[in-house]
């Protein structure tokens, strides 16, 4: 395994270095002053099986390309085969043509991988279970069901329920509820714009419970206000927690947090992580993306990983 990391986390690349006991592999990325970005290996990976890490934060148009040109250069510098390892993929939510003459964006970033040379992608917490058929080559959706659950096992909340936001992560949701082993509830949430969210119905008993809103992805917080204030009006516990795998935190987002009164807004690191959110809590996904790549290396059975 030979793993090089571009520039959008280097501390997520360190801390996996860190945990596979693996130096990180020599690279050159930097950008030119025309905005072009330009990568180059320092070392050689003829017939390697080459790891390469990337997210995608909050830049994500740059995090891509520099991703793109860092596959084709592995493919022709004669790697024997590139592994992508994305966390954060960016145009997960635009997975199919919701309004006319819309593109399917994320079908898109996967062919657009494929092309620069990809022979596997592994990301964490799709935003849906059909993005993976958009791929030609492997791609391997890890949860993150496993890292909150366990934190929040050892908090040993009073009387928990989970809590979709929307019917689109009731799937989701409902994982994670089995294995943290809690309830499920599902709010009824309709966009009346991008950004915008309003919440019209709440299935499930909520009334006495601390809710733990759980959602793929924290973007300008919207939904989480909405659902947050339709839980208190259904007789919730004040004590609202907020769960999602990727913060990417844009806009608003940081000020409605710091305003919201959350008990505490609990992510992952997948992005590079966003300071001066109060009760925030950052747990790390390095230990899981090892325990995954040594998986791959032996050949064992990812699968294998979620089964208690």
């Known amino acids: ?47 390697k099986d080459v790891y390469l890490l990337q997210t995608a934060g909050i830049h994500p148009n740059e ?20 592994h992508v390892i994305l966390p954060h993929m ?18 898109l970033i996967a062919h657009l991988l494929e092309d620069a040379g990809a022979d596997h992608v592994l990301t964490l917490e799709l935003h849906s279970d059909q993005i993976q ?17 366990d934190y929040f096992r050892k908090k040993k909340l009073k009387n928990p329920v989970v809590v979709a936001p929307d019917v689109g992560g009731a799937k989701r949701a409902k994982k994670f509820a089995d294995t943290f082993g809690a309830p499920l509830a599902i709010l009824h949430k309709n966009r009346p714009e991008h950004g915008e969210a309003e919440v019209l119905n709440v299935v499930g008993d909520v009334e006495n419970r601390t809710c733990i809103i759980f959602d793929d992805i924290i973007d300008t917080a919207g939904t989480l206000l909405s659902a947050r204030q339709a839980l208190l009006d259904r007789g919730a516990n004040k004590d609202i927690y907020a769960a999602a795998t990727h913060a990417v935190f844009s806009g608003q987002a940081k000020e409605r947090l710091s305003k919201a ?28 993306l090892a325990e995954v790549l040594r998986h791959i290396e032996t050949g064992q059975s990812v699968t294998e990983l979620y089964r208690e």
């Open 63 to 82: 995090d891509l390309m520099e991703l793109f040109l860092l596959c084709q250069a592995a493919k022709l510098s004669f790697a024997k085969t590139v």
């Open 90 to 107: 960016p145009y997960a939510r635009q997975d199919r043509v919701s309004e006319p003459r819309e593109p399917i964006s994320a079908k």
């Open 1 to 47: 395994m030979h793993l090089f990391a571009g520039s959008s986390h280097p501390a997520l690349a360190k801390a996996l270095s860190k945990e596979l006991g693996l130096p990180l592999g020599k690279l050159v990325t930097k950008t030119f002053s025309c905005g072009e970005r330009y990568v180059r290996f320092e070392e050689s990976v003829r017939g």
């Open 261 to 288: 009164g959350f008990a505490e807004v609990v992510v992952t690191d997948s992005i590079p992580e966003t300071a001066g959110i109060p009760s925030l809590t950052v747990l790390p996904i390095a230990p899981l």
């Open 133 to 149: 058929g958009f791929f030609a080559v492997p791609a391997d959706a890890l949860s993150s069901r496993l890292i909150f659950a």
